[in-house]
């Protein structure tokens, strides 16, 4: 694995520097969102600066992975699911290129995540012998996980995951040509559905390391098949 050079933006610095390594032999480029650290907040993240960086060293496939509390019951602790729709419930966040004296940019987001990359995670799933669930994600400010009224709504809503950074991401990849999908990560059970009123970071503490390992095999087998979609 080696570090990409510094690649300046208009929009400041990205979270954190981009990693180059290979998956089989396929070479990808990876952006811890959040930090090295985890100190960005999921309302602090710099996203412009991280998704116009990946275009200017020229990524055409993102692959977004997210960590997610679950509101469907078949999204338990441990499962890996490929969202295909998205509410956003955030505010105040930067959320377009489109700004100062930059031409307005009304991007199609009727389907908010690639056909293409989410056919690949969700056949990645399958190689991996894993189901494929999915479900539309509700993106909440945070960083305070929700309450369970909270979760009562996004679940009215037709909400079956919770997270809180696909978007902007997901919308500024749209406005950098960017094809973007998300491999969400249940960790817990949403706010008040626990069994026994156990503790989030509990669930979290004891399935997220499983849940990043299957994410890496769904990963792997993910960006062979959209490698093959350049040859």
Known sequence: MRQHEA??????ATSAPIWTTTFGDV???LLARHGLDHQWAPHA?????????LRDIGVRYCIGINVVGGIDARLSPGALAVPHQLIDYTWGRECSFSSGDAVVNHIEFTDPFSVVVRAALEAGCARAGLPVLTGVYGVTQGPRLETAAEIDRLEHDGCAMVGMTAMPEAALARE???EYGILAGVVNHAAGRAPGGRSLHEEILQVVDTVM????RVVAHATGILAAEDL
């Open 213 to 216: 390992t299957a994410a890496e």
């Open 176 to 178: 950098a040509g960017i």
């Open 45 to 53: 993240v710099n996203y412009r600066a991280n998704i116009r960086a």
């Open 27 to 29: 070479e990808v480029h």
């Open 7 to 12: 690649v300046d933006t208009p929009f400041g």
